[in-house]
Nanobody, 124 residues
Framework: QVQLVESGGGSVQAGGSLRLSCADS????????MGWFRQAPGKEREFVAA????????SYADSVKGRFTISRDNAKNTLYLQMNSLRPEDTAVYYC?????????????????WGQGTQVTVSS
């Protein structure tokens, strides 16, 4: 059973940075493609970024391109999301997700495993 735990959320002013982490202490994540999604209050969950199982391929939502970077360290069983130039509209609960196999997806329905989420709040 994959058990993902996110960390690194918090409150920051606009223009600031945060780095989110997602780990599973119980198993290797190197055989899973992984993604980050977010959900703001009153809105549907949306895609943020995704990466293949070896980190060789990544994709981003247009709203975060050039500001966010997804990466992974399979030796540490950890997925990261570096978020720079944060904006108030980035405020949301951020979730990491995992899908078996090499290929990432932009669609939340493709991911069977989810973390509990971490809150990111950006003030203006």
């Amino acid at each position: 059973q994959v058990q993902l735990v996110e960390s690194g959320g918090g409150s920051v002013q606009a223009g600031g940075s945060l780095r989110l982490s997602c780990a599973d202490s119980g198993r290797t994540l190197s055989t899973y493609a992984m993604g980050w999604f977010r959900q703001a209050p009153g809105k549907e969950r949306e895609f943020v970024a995704a990466t293949s199982w070896n980190g060789g391929r990544s994709s981003y939502a247009d709203s975060v391109k050039g500001r966010f970077t997804i990466s992974r360290d399979n030796a540490k069983n950890t997925l990261y999301l570096q978020m720079n130039s944060l904006r108030p509209e980035d405020t949301a609960v951020y979730y990491c997700a995992a899908v078996p196999g090499p290929s990432p997806s932009d669609h939340d329905r493709d991911y069977p495993y989810w973390g509990q989420g971490t809150q990111v709040t950006v003030s203006s």
